[in-house]
């Protein structure tokens, strides 16, 4: 996921404070798919105006003590242009999975199979809140978001809906004491 997309983007809407981009990604649900810790947005906030992508649009003084005011930023002409081949770039990057699974059950032989029984059903109650939570959103706004919006939404479910049966195979595997197990593996779909 491209950090200076994802801010180009937004910032194409409107005018936004880092921390109204941060609100807005939370309010559109996307924190859900876009893992995004809040110094690496500042920090490419900063590259991209360093880069001269985006620009202080306003500047608000805050009150109090050693504050420092709210800068709003606003795209640029240029930050436009690099928008559109950032979108392109990404649609055209190979895909592989990575799921933070993958490499511990590369050395699932060493581990414990209830205590990674317990670690899955966790994630699979996850996974089961996000299935949830992303039908709501298709339910509730899915007739008014753009068509990108809505097929986003949708790709998200169906991955999520594939690594809930994922899991599920996982945890029987785990309970039944053969996830640790060496073997085929190939006894399931």
């Known amino acids: 996921m491209s950090m200076k997309l994802l801010i180009l983007g937004l910032l194409s809407e ?3 404070h880092p921390y109204e981009i941060r609100q ?58 690099v928008l559109r081949k950032l979108i392109y770039n990404e649609m ?25 029984g317990s670690l899955i059903e966790k994630r699979l109650e996850a996974c089961e ?18 068509r990108g919006s809505v097929r986003f939404i949708q790709g998200a479910l169906r991955f999520s809906e594939t690594e809930r049966e994922w899991l599920q195979q996982l945890l029987d595997d785990a309970r039944s004491g053969k996830l640790t197990d060496f073997g085929s593996g190939h006894d399931r779909k």
């Open 92 to 116: 055209d990057q190979e895909f592989y999975p990575l799921h933070p699974m993958f490499m511990p059950l590369a050395f699932a032989r060493h581990a414990d199979n209830a205590l990674m």
């Open 14 to 16: 409107c005018n936004r």
């Open 24 to 81: 807005t990604i939370k309010a559109r649900n996307w924190h859900h798919a876009f893992k995004i810790k809040d110094g690496s947005l500042y920090y490419a906030v900063d590259q991209l105006r360093d880069e001269g992508l985006i620009e202080v649009a306003e500047t608000i003084p805050v009150q109090g003590d050693n504050r420092p005011d709210k800068v709003i930023y606003r795209i640029t002409e240029q930050g436009k242009t």
């Open 129 to 146: 809140n996000t299935i949830e939570h992303l039908r709501g959103v298709l339910e509730l706004k899915g007739g008014w978001l753009p």
